[in-house]
Each structure stands twice: as C-alpha cells, then as structure tokens.
C-alpha cells in the first residue's frame, strides 16, 4: 500500500477534520496551538516528504500536501469546544487537563483490576501509587497533544483504549526480550496480541519496519505461535485474568 492510500484510508486532512467538526480551519488551528487539540500524526510537504510525529522524515512520498489528523481527534475537538464554552479559551487547557487525566488514572486502575498488573502504579493490594500514576497521565498527555496517540492508537478519542495499547505494548515488550517462552504463558500471550493487534494502527508503510506492530505482533507473535505449536493443544483463547497475571513474575 502507498502512503497516499494509507493516509487516505485512516486520515483526514485538516480541512476535513475542520468540516466533520463543524469549525473554520483556523479555529482548529488555533485550538492545536493552544494545546487543547492534538496535533497532526503526519504531514505532507510539497517536495513529497512525510513528516511522521514518530518516526520523523521520509523522501518521495506520493501524498498530497497537508497535514493529516486521525479521525478520533474529532472527539478531542467536541470536548475542547465543550470546555471552552463553559470555562472559557484561557482556562480550558487546565481543564481538560485534568478531565484527561482523571479519565486516564481511572482506566489505568480498570485495567490492573481486569488485564494487567501495573505493579508500577499499584500495591497487590489495589492502593494506588499516586506519584507514579501522576506520570503517566502527564506523559500521556504529551503524547495526545503532539498527535503520537493519533498515529499508533486505533481509536485514540478513547482514553481507555490509550491506556489498553499502551500498557499492553509494555507487557509484551518486557515478554519480547525474553529468550524462552514458557508453556504456561503461551495462552495468555496469544490473547493479549490479539488483543494489541486490535488496539493498534497498521502504520504508513515506511515506518511499519521500525513499528510496535511489526515487532510485537508479527516478529514476537511469531514465536509464540511457533511455540504453541509445539505444546498440546490449549484449551480456547478467552482472556484469564489470574493467567495474564502470572506471566508478570519475574522469570
């Protein structure tokens, strides 16, 4: 696939952006400067270099000119124009802010109830590790705003689905650098790709080689199934939290 059709089947332009919204292009410019909108995942020069937040500057692209939102940023303009109607353009930053971070804080204590251990933010007990959690919801805030979430999470309006993708990309990172694989954790890692798989984007074609997905879910999901294919046949993938829980322990 070309980067123009890429772009064209998971992006909008900011003009499109701008009418799905219902606002001038210059006020969604405007709200990206102010930081209460996420940035462009992409642009488009005219001498055919994408720029990709991420992955940084690629030559000879066939794109149009233009700068590409993920469509979910609709949803980070709603709220913004929502904020702004109610507290006013100087303290909506702040606002939203901390309307993010109190949606995020809240996934991130669902999530090591349900999914994942997130021994980082979390006693065995549940208590709550407020400082680290904190951090997270600050980088994560930084990385809606200059349009990161936009280009590797799936459905980046969601703040639950940032949080699902992401803590699952750092459980299957950790699991990666491992040298073997043990029989009791190929089940539950099956299913967490699966479900990685769904939560993340495909990637413009010149950046999927240095990719999560590309090194997750095609190379490590490789040798996971290479290993399961060499033990008995489990019994069906369904998530197991207290499975999924055991492959955190330290090998």
């Not at 937040?53 to 709603?78: L, N, Q, S």
């Not at 650098?177 to 479900?195: F, G, Q």
């Amino acid at each position: 696939m070309s980067v123009a059709r890429y772009l064209a089947a998971q992006y909008w332009t900011s003009e499109r952006l701008a009418s799905e919204c219902g606002v001038a292009e210059r006020t969604l410019d405007a709200l990206v400067d102010a930081g209460i909108v996420p940035a462009p995942s992409y642009r488009v020069h005219a001498q055919g270099v994408l720029t990709s937040v991420v992955f940084g500057e690629f030559a000879g692209m066939d794109a149009a000119p233009g700068a590409y939102f993920h469509p979910g940023t609709k949803r980070w303009v709603r709220r913004a124009l929502q904020v702004i109607a109610r507290v006013g353009l100087d303290d909506a930053p702040a606002a939203l802010r901390r309307g993010f971070e109190r949606r995020f804080a809240a996934a991130l204590r669902r999530t090591d109830r349900e999914l994942l251990r997130i021994e980082d933010c979390f006693a065995p007990d549940g208590t709550p590790r407020d400082a680290a959690i904190h951090a997270r919801c600050s980088t994560a805030w930084t990385y809606l705003m200059n349009g990161t979430f936009g280009l590797c999470v799936r459905d980046c309006g969601s703040v639950a689905s940032i949080v699902r993708k992401e803590l699952l990309q750092e459980h299957l990172t950790r699991y990666a650098a491992r040298e073997t694989i043990e029989d009791r954790d190929v089940a539950p890692l099956l299913t967490l790709l699966d479900i990685y798989a769904d939560a993340a984007m495909p990637f413009a074609p010149p950046e999927y080689p240095a990719s999560s997905r590309k090194r997750l879910v095609e190379d490590f999901g490789a040798r996971v199934r290479s290993r399961a294919s060499r033990i008995a046949p489990a019994s069906p993938r369904r998530l197991d939290r207290e499975a999924v829980r055991i492959t955190e322990r330290t090998p």
